[in-house]
């Protein structure tokens, strides 16, 4: 049991309170391991519409580069006017074909084409587009159209120019009259021939490198320090050249893992650009299901190389002379499990992950690796044969609903708990273990809730107040365990399963979302001794560089108040200020949609005169601040038991200068 779980935490019922104060006891001079950044990490996959479909990357349009045949019922695309339509594999312009309209001899000229609709626009917003045509002898004009009503007048044509030969490129720009759901785009021509469509763009023209600016907006609220892909299940079966180069020559696949297609518009350097706007660390795993070395070594090579290397000089030439120096990689994900590309015995999996490690090793000695884990049998016979080629060990967990809401919530600190409680006995029982200068650290890279429909696309569901509890009760529980978790990746970021949700023109953070912004931005990373007398509300304490942060969570349907008992940090009289999430109807049920005003805020309110008493409301999640000085407080009396910074705690892990 970790020295700082001192909490009895969970076991009472509402009633079992009555009317008195819940008494915590908090001794600011007993603090744990310093709590490392990196626990606010994030997680996307090529899922659903996590990344495309309208969640992180701003393109509008499904099936841009023809995947499936037009008309098709899979097909968001469908012939106008009913023309004559093939899919033609003769020089296609990407994948396996692309759409030929064509006339007959016996046919007069006409219009032919291909349409698809659905699209929300907004009134003073810009669009922009364009599109890959290849127009034959006798087409005399190439238009494109927006629709926003069945009315003839109520359209936008876009004359363009008459090119025969091989595909030309076509742009367009349209800002809407009104706001619409359901507008239709058309690539048009008109003539006697044949007129193929390669491949088309659309995307609001306020995307910042191809990035939805709104979804971006709340990713910057998340100001997560690290972000985890492209995977995920998705990973075992992606080939990463596939992501790089021309994007509009990338192929449409299948996605190996989820349902779909995969455009492959966002793939490294798209990623590596995202992080780089974020601010944030990348870390990538790699294919160790279908994939092989070589492969996985020319992907590093790729990201980190000089351009005196193979790969180096392919990605100057693609558009990126600069090394993107990525530390952390990935090496697999989730091999125990049988439904995973690639699955194989653990032995012949420890065989596989030290040769992927020893050739990443010797290409860039400074990454980090991070290995497939799971607590149990896996575990017990993949350490001892790999420990020594890991720097970090990946765990993962779901939880699902339950009906009792304090029940509901602590399920996610029992299990980051019952997870660190394991791999402190590896690290007492295993040989290996023994001969490492340093223990391995977790990083949990996916952890969440996943139940309920899919309101937002495949896996994407919606998660209510009562989920926020959890996931900062995870907090609390991820602080205690300091000295076992390096990293933790809230799995997914957007709409799958994910703390930001969209619809096609708007992005809001989730309940889970705002907790995740909330402990990032005001929560302490030095953990203290917190004890609580009574224990239906869960109370973490620690100290920040400005003062002492106290977090307390109340699942029960009514006010609580806690008595803060602090020792060794001076607050008698001074001020607060009290951050809190909680639904204005006290609803557990209480959510945030994207296209409604928010419901469920961060409220900031200061206080004076702090008398040991804080009264928070019912289902709710509050960060109390006291900004007294952490340095006054180390003059005071109160001493951490290693003064120290941050990156001491796991030096080999963090690049100095960056958080």
């Known amino acids: 049991m970790n020295r700082f779980a001192f909490l009895t935490l969970f076991f009472l019922c509402g009633t079992a309170f009555g009317s008195e104060p819940v008494t915590v006891k908090i001794d600011a001079a007993q603090n744990g391991e310093m709590v490392s950044p990196f626990i606010y990490g994030q997680f996307i996959e090529h899922l659903g519409r996590c990344i495309n479909g309208g969640g992180i990357w701003a393109e509008m349009l499904e099936d841009r580069k023809f995947y499936y045949s037009v008309g098709d019922k899979e097909s968001p695309w ?6 004559n339509l093939r899919m033609t594999e003769q020089q296609p312009f990407t994948g396996k074909h692309s759409p030929e309209s064509f006339t007959t001899d016996d046919e007069k000229p006409r219009w032919m084409g291909v349409w698809q609709n659905g699209l929300a626009v907004r009134k003073g917003k810009k ?3 364009y599109a890959w045509v290849k127009p034959s002898e006798g087409i005399e004009r190439v238009e494109v159209h927006f629709h926003w009503s069945d009315k003839k007048e109520d ?5 363009q120019p008459v090119k025969v030969g091989d595909y030309y490129k076509v742009e367009f720009t349209y800002e809407p009259v009104g706001d619409f759901d359901n507008v239709m785009l058309e690539i048009a021509a008109f003539g006697k021939g044949t007129f193929t469509v ?13 990035l939805r600016a709104d979804t971006l907006e709340c990713l910057k609220q998340l100001d997560s ?7 995920g299940n998705f990973v075992s079966g992606y080939d990463w050249k596939d992501g790089i180069g021309d994007r509009d020559k990338r192929p449409p696949r299948k996605n190996p893992a989820w349902q779909g297609v995969e455009p492959n518009d966002f793939g490294i350097n798209e990623f590596l650009t995202f992080c780089k706007i974020l601010k944030t660390e990348p870390y990538i795993a790699v294919n160790t299901g279908n994939g092989d070395t070589v492969s996985a070594v020319q992907e590093l090579e790729y990201a980190n190389g000089s351009i005196e290397t193979p790969m180096g000089k392919l990605r100057a030439e693609q558009g990126h002379p600069k090394p993107y120096n990525v530390k952390f990689w990935g090496i697999g994900n989730e091999m125990y499990g049988n439904w995973q590309i690639g699955h194989i015995p653990v032995e012949k999996y420890v065989e596989k992950h030290n040769a992927f490690v020893e050739a990443f090793r010797a290409k ?6 991070v290995a497939v884990g799971n607590v149990g049998k896996w575990d017990e016979a993949f350490l001892p044969g790999a420990a020594q080629s890991m720097d970090l060990v990946s765990e993962h967990f779901y939880v699902h609903e339950k009906p009792d809401i304090t029940e509901h919530a602590w399920q996610i600190p029992n299990n980051i708990r019952n997870i660190a409680n394991a791999h402190r006995k590896y690290r007492a029982e295993l040989p290996v273990f023994k001969n490492l200068q340093e223990p391995v650290p977790i990083a949990m890279d996916e952890w969440n809730y996943w139940y309920g429909k899919h309101v937002f696309g495949e896996l994407g569901t919606r998660y209510f107040m009562k989920d926020a509890l959890g996931i900062a009760a995870g907090i609390h529980e991820f602080a205690r365990q300091s000295d076992v978790y390096f990293m933790a990746n809230y799995a997914q970021t957007v709409n799958v399963i994910g703390a930001v949700k969209t619809s096609k023109t708007n992005a809001k953070l989730e309940t889970t979302g705002l907790v995740l912004e909330l402990y990032r931005k005001h929560f302490g990373n030095v953990p203290v001794k917190t004890e609580i007398e009574k224990g239906a509300v869960d109370v973490q304490a620690a100290l920040s560089d400005s003062g002492l942060t106290v977090g307390i969570i109340n699942t029960l349907g009514r006010d609580v108040t806690v008595k803060l008992d602090i020792q ?8 607060l200020t009290r951050y809190e999430i909680a639904d204005p109807q006290n609803d557990p049920a209480g959510f945030n949609d994207p296209d409604s005003p928010y419901r ?9 005169n702090f008398n040991g008493m804080i009264t928070v409301k019912p289902f709710s999640v509050s960060v109390i601040k006291f900004e007294t000085g952490y340095a006054r407080h180390l003059k005071s009396g109160g001493e951490p038991r290693r003064n120290r910074n941050i990156r001491s705690g796991f030096p080999r892990l963090l690049r100095p200068g960056r958080f």
């Open 364 to 369: 860039d000695p400074n990454i980090q690796a």
């Open 198 to 210: 390669g491949c088309v763009g659309l995307m609001p023209a306020d995307n910042v490198n191809g």
């Open 78 to 83: 469908k012939a106008i006017y009913d023309c």
């Open 155 to 159: 359209h936008n044509a876009f004359k």
């Open 568 to 575: 060794k940090f001076d607050v008698a009289g001074k001020k």
């Open 127 to 129: 669009y922009t587009g």
């Open 225 to 231: 320090p690290v972000y985890r892909w492209p995977g």
């Open 600 to 608: 469920i805020q961060i409220v900031e309110t200061a206080e004076k």
